[in-house]
């Protein structure tokens, strides 16, 4: 067991940081409160490859894993672009790039992929639904086929970056719930081109990450060929969770990012701040929730990786990155939460950067999935306590 990275995944994290040099915590504090999507960081970032790390070097992209991308998305957040940063590349390269290259046909993959690693064409995903969120098969967006093309007609919400996507991942029924041979059949994915006049996209107010939109989306008779299926009709539950494995592993990895940067950032403060003629950092109530937060997120680091270097292996890692997503959540909001206290009431200061982490951090809560689900498939899936869902 070796837990040392390669050369080249250094190499990766340095030129990570040496980028987001370039953008410090002021310019997402400005993108934040401003409602601005970081466009200077997403063009550099897409200079130097980092739009196509996933997708394969014949199709333009670097050919990487999902170790790199998470030692890709750890490095920014750390770096000082906290979570805001991992959504210029995340959502296209996880809802994009990994299930076009794995699941797609040659057309597909020649019409989205080279244009994804240039970072010309962004994607978002249509999953979740008023009644239908970690409940996947109860998705009603329903598409039916007419001819040589399908029409699809539904809801979804909180589909972030549908604003400004070019395509969209979308989940939908193609055979109702009560007519499937199994409930988990009947579920068909579509690449859909984006901006289309029958889908309708509301950005939705929120707490955080102001400089991305979370989108409900309205389709009202969409025309889709059926070229345009990924996979097989029916069976998209399975090249679905291709997806949803490295959303929650990817994300994980940012979310650690971010909690090592607050932590980054209070020990600075704790060092420079004194009371009663000494350093806070010296004082136990300061420096042990904060070494506490450094050990956490640690720990929690080496599970995200080994959930990302199993899936590049395509080995079984469900336990994993449950694993991953669970503890990433719990070290990230521990770090971030004794940062604010460290700084204390300078913490609540919009100029000192903490808060906005804070914003940003309690998302991972509920999203990709929620921490009480991923214990309910801990519990019954690996432990087999037995269905709680």
Not at 25 to 39: I, L, N, T
Not at 72 to 97: E, K, N, R, V, Y
Not at 135 to 156: F, L, P, Q
Not at 309 to 314: H, S
Request: glycine share 8%; net charge negative; charged share 25%.
């Amino acid at each position: 067991m070796d837990f040392n990275l390669s050369e080249e995944q250094k190499l990766i994290a340095q030129s990570v940081r040496e980028i987001v040099k370039d953008f410090p915590p002021e310019y997402w504090r400005e993108m934040d409160q401003e409602h601005k999507f970081p466009e200077e960081f997403k063009k550099a970032v897409a200079k130097e490859g980092y739009m196509g790390m996933v997708i394969p070097e014949e199709y333009g992209g670097e050919g990487l894993g999902m170790l790199e991308m998470c030692i890709t998305t750890d490095a920014l957040a750390a770096g000082g672009a906290g979570i805001s940063g991992i959504w210029t590349i995340g959502p296209t390269q996880i809802f994009g790039a990994v299930p076009i290259s794995k699941h797609g046909n040659e057309a597909q993959k020649e019409k989205y992929l080279p244009k994804m690693a240039k970072g010309e064409l962004e994607f978002c995903m249509g999953l979740t639904e008023p009644d239908a969120g970690s409940n996947t098969i109860n998705t009603s967006t329903m598409a039916v086929r007419d001819g040589d093309e399908y029409v699809i007609n539904g809801k979804k919400i909180f589909i972030t970056n549908a604003d400004r996507a070019d395509g969209m991942l979308l989940i939908t029924r193609t055979t109702p719930l009560d007519k499937a041979p199994r409930k988990i059949m009947g579920i068909t994915l579509f690449l859909v081109d984006l901006p289309d006049p029958t889908v309708e996209v509301v950005p939705i107010e929120k707490h955080g990450l102001h400089c991305v939109n979370s989108c409900e989306i309205f389709i009202d008779n969409l025309r889709v060929p059926e070229e345009n299926v990924l996979g097989e009709v029916d069976m998209g539950l399975f090249p679905l969770f291709d997806v949803l494995n490295p959303e929650r592993v990817g994300t994980s990895a940012g979310v650690i990012g971010c909690g090592s940067l607050a932590l980054e950032k209070a020990v600075e403060y704790a060092k420079e701040r004194e009371v009663f003629g000494m350093p806070i950092s010296r004082h136990q109530a300061i420096q042990f929730p904060l070494a506490t937060a450094k050990a956490k997120l640690e720990t929690a680091k080496l599970m995200v990786y080994k959930a990302a270097l199993l899936m590049d292996k395509d080995e079984e890692c469900m336990a994993e990155t449950c694993m991953a997503k669970l503890m990433a959540v719990e070290a990230g909001e521990y770090a971030v939460y004794h940062a604010m206290q460290t700084f204390g009431g300078y913490g609540y200061a919009v100029e000192y950067d903490v808060e906005r982490w804070w914003r940003e951090m309690n998302l991972w809560r509920l999203a990709p999935v929620t921490q009480e689900m991923t214990l309910a498939m801990l519990g019954q899936n690996v432990m087999g306590m037995g269905r709680s869902y």
